[in-house]
Each structure stands twice: as C-alpha cells, then as structure tokens.
C-alpha cells in the first residue's frame, strides 16, 4: 500500500513553501498590473503561461479573457478551482512599494485608476500554486484537475460569458467545483458554512424625470433632485419597515447625481440602487418596494412621465452543497486544527455560484483570512474592528503571509479530498 503523507500539515506544508518565493513575486506583479473586467489579457497570459509550463493542456480566450487549464492524471473525479481575476476602478492607497499606478479605459470612456482591491490578485496566485503543486505531486492523486481562470466578477458577467462560449460543450462535467476568497478576517483562518453562504445582489439605476427651471422660479418646474431625496429618505424605511427582524437584506443608493449649476433646476436626476438579501422570497418583496415607492413619489411631485428603472447587475446567491461543504471542513478541520471557523452569510455577492447550478454540479465556496493576525486582535481589543480596510477599500492588501500559503493549501487539501490515490 503507497504510504500519502501529503494530508499531513508538515509535509505538505514544506513543499508549498518551496513554491512560495515565486509565488510571491508573481502576486506582487499582478496586483501591480491590475486590469479592470474583461480587459484582463496580461493576467490570462500569465495564467495561460504558467499552466502551460505546469504540464495543462490549456484552452484561452473563453468568454473573452478566461483561461482553462486541464490536467488528466488517470482515472477518477474531476474538479475544479476557479478563481476570479479582475480588478476595480479604485485609487489605490496603500503605500505599498508594489502599488498599482495603473489608468485604463472604462466601458463610458472614462480615464480611471485601477487597483486589485478585492484580492483577486491573491486568487489568481493561489491557483497557480495549487496547480503547480498538483502538476509536481502527480504520484499522491488520481483524476482530472480543471483549474479555470475567470474574468470580470466585478460586474457579475465572467461566469455567464464563460458558460455562454461554450465551456459546457468544451470540458467535461466536473465532480464538485471549488473556490475561495481573501476577506478581512485575521490571516491564516478559514471560515465555511453549509447552505447559502453569500447573498444575491440586484444593482438598478432608476431616471426620475421632472421638469426644469430658473433657481428663481421654482414654481415653473417639476423638482428632480427633490423628487429624488424623498425617493432616497423613504427608501431607507424597505428594511426598517417591510422586512422582517429574523429575515435580512441590505438597500444601498451609493449615488444621487442631478444638476451642473446651483441656480438651474434641472430636468432629472439619477439614483443607482443596490440591494443585498439571501432568501428569494425576501428579495421579490424588496424589488417590488422598490418600484412602488420611485413610482409614487414620482406622481406625488407631479412628474411628467413615470421613471426608469434599469437593471445594472445580478448575482444569484452562493449556496454551498451540505454535503461537499461537510467533506470539505472535515478535510480542513484535519489540516488546520483550530483554524477552521463557520460563519455567517455575508452581504457580499458573487457569481461563482452560476457554474454549479448551470452544470448542476456541487459547488463550495469559502473564506481566507487576510488581515496581519496582529493588526486585527488589537484592532479588536481596542473597538476598533470597523476601522480595518475592507475588500473594495482603496487601503485594502492582504498580509502576504501566511495568507498566500494557507490558499494554496486550502486548494490542494480541498481537491485532494475527491482526487486521493
């Protein structure tokens, strides 16, 4: 009987490490060179490289920028990695000698900065060094490893546009799909839970339209931007009001844009909405909340015409499989003893989850801590939880180690947990 010792934390610990100056160097690169969604084609290339030189055979370009990589080693299951590699319209702040300079072009046309302020960087190299390791450790496991490379989950398009380019008909159906993302927990923790784990996200930008005017003469106009601050204040009461205290969900107007001139009236004013919840049901009420209050402070101000609600973006919400979830954390329990927590549904979203319901596969889907375990127990003992940068904070960069080397583990033990000899 062949003897595995790669399950066991030392060993396999040992031989991540070796991997992991280069690792390093390669994560500060892509978070230097960050690249907005759908425009990721110097991280695909690298990507694309580096599974080539691992032994993969790979396929690029599938929903535009994403990148496959597929390596049989005989039979078995198959499995996924995914990780996500697009970065955000963010000024970068965090003096870090590695920090992005990058401008880019977005879809309006607009000039902007570009940072990986999400973490995306620190995905792109965990699946790199999981497939690397796999590649060189062909002897401790038996199946097929797919090990995908997707763009634009920012705007929740990469998924649907991968699937959509015929990823179904290219690769063969896996046996469980697996991912992680770096969230601002202490470095070095792992945190899963069975069942939905984060929320759908619905984005809309709703145009109320009024009537413009002098600033003097307000009685001649139909006011867009008072329309719309009645519209915003009576918003806020679709959760404190219509949605019940053991049920949840998250309504958020990050932008109120009306007007050029303090003495013009102008003829409307834009809202963009964006609203979180984790039940279906939850989700349907607040949508139609929504559209009933723009709608009727829109009449009660007498508008011309009715406003405009268009949608911006969808996620589904994640749901891990109870039963790959358990086989997971029994797997990580074993390797990270007191590392392994089970949380909350978080309010974020992602579009993970539409690979596993659109393949009808099993999915899980999990956290990485990536904040300096100092740094946060200080943080945490002085009040001051609130203040640690967050994913999408221009100050946000993960504590290299020992955040890179539990996400390449994470990878491997999870895989390895249906690709064992």
Not at 50 to 71: H, I, N, P, Q
Not at 265 to 288: F, M, S, W
Request: charged fraction near 20%; proline fraction near 6%; glycine fraction near 8%.
């Amino acid at each position: 009987m062949k003897i595995d010792d790669s399950a066991k934390p030392g060993s396999l610990a040992s031989k991540v490490a070796s991997l992991v100056p280069d690792l390093e160097t390669l994560y500060k690169d892509i978070h230097s060179h960050p690249e907005l969604s759908l425009q990721e084609t110097r991280t695909a290339a690298i990507a694309a490289e580096r599974m080539r030189a691992a032994g993969y055979e790979v396929t690029s370009e599938v929903g535009k920028t994403g990148v496959v990589g597929v390596l049989r080693n005989g039979p078995g299951p198959t499995v996924m990695l995914r990780a996500d590699m697009d970065a955000l319209p963010v000024q970068e702040a965090t003096g870090l000698e590695y920090a992005s300079k990058v401008t880019a072009v977005d879809r309006a046309g607009n000039s902007v900065p570009v940072m990986h302020a999400c973490g995306h960087d620190m995905h792109v190299a965990w699946l790199i060094g999981a497939a690397t390791f796999m590649a060189k450790a062909r002897d401790l496991w038996r199946g097929t490893l797919m090990a995908l490379f997707q763009p634009s989950e920012e705007t929740g398009e990469g998924a649907q546009a991968m699937i959509k380019d015929h990823l179904f008909d290219l690769f063969a159906k896996p046996d469980v799909i697996l991912a992680q993302h770096v969230m601002s927990m202490p470095a070095g923790l792992l945190a899963c839970r069975p069942g939905v784990i984060t929320s759908a996200g619905d984005s809309f930008e709703i145009r109320m339209f009024g009537r413009g005017a002098h600033g003097s003469m307000p009685e001649a106009s139909v006011d867009p931007v008072v329309m719309a601050a009645s519209t915003v204040l009576r918003l806020q009461t679709v959760v404190s009001r219509e949605i019940a205290a053991a049920e949840s969900a998250v309504l958020t107007i990050g932008a109120l844009q009306a007007g050029t001139k303090e003495n013009v009236i102008p003829d409307e004013a834009i809202l963009k909405i964006n609203v979180r919840t984790y039940d279906e049901g939850v989700r349907k009420r607040v949508l139609a909340a929504i559209e009933r209050i723009v709608k009727a402070e829109a009449a009660a101000s007498g508008a011309p015409r009715e406003p405009e609600i268009r949608p911006l973006d969808r996620y589904a919400a994640v749901s891990n499989d109870p039963d790959a979830e358990q086989r997971v954390v029994s797997a990580f329990t074993g390797y990270f003893p007191g590392r392994v927590r089970e949380t909350l549904p978080t309010s974020a979203s992602e579009d993970f989850g539409c690979f596993g319901t659109a393949w009808h596969v099993p999915s899980v889907f999990w956290f990485v801590g990536g904040i300096d375990q100092a740094l946060f127990e200080q943080a945490r003992k002085s009040g001051r939880l609130g203040e640690i940068p967050t994913n999408h904070n221009p100050r946000f960069a993960p504590a290299i180690h020992p955040t890179l080397e539990t996400g390449v583990e994470a990878l491997v033990v999870a895989a390895r947990t249906w690709l064992s000899v």
